[in-house]
């Protein structure tokens, strides 16, 4: 058996829940947060038989996809001043961080 760990973006972690119940997969959904945008992202855990652990990393690739989104990133007006200009950046999001983990014992009570 195997337990996954799912950090994927909050605007992907519904569509995902729903495809994994969908194929019968139990999900536990806890909110978390991101260190580098500071954005709310969710962690999904799912217990699974060790052959299906590929079916479930193909579903989190297909609906975990990378786009590009637009944020905007303070820069200095100038150095008389010290002011700040908002500049609109296109960063990468989405996409999925995943740890696959060996259980040694699981318990249901």
């Not at 038989?49 to 297909?62: M, T, Y």
Request: aromatic share 6%; net charge negative.
């Amino acid at each position: 058996m195997k337990l996954i760990f799912a950090i994927v973006q909050d605007d992907d972690s519904a569509d995902l829940i729903d495809t994994l119940n969908e194929d019968g997969y139990r999900v536990t959904k806890l909110a978390t947060t991101g260190g580098f945008m500071k954005e709310g992202n969710t962690t999904l855990i799912i217990g699974v038989d060790d052959e299906k652990v590929n079916h479930v990393l193909a579903k989190i690739e297909e609906v975990c996809r990378t786009r590009e989104q637009v944020v905007v990133q303070a820069a200095p007006a100038t150095i008389e001043t010290g002011g700040f200009i908002p500049v609109p950046v296109e960063i990468e999001v989405g996409g999925a961080t995943v740890f696959v983990i060996d259980v040694d014992k699981y318990i249901k009570i």
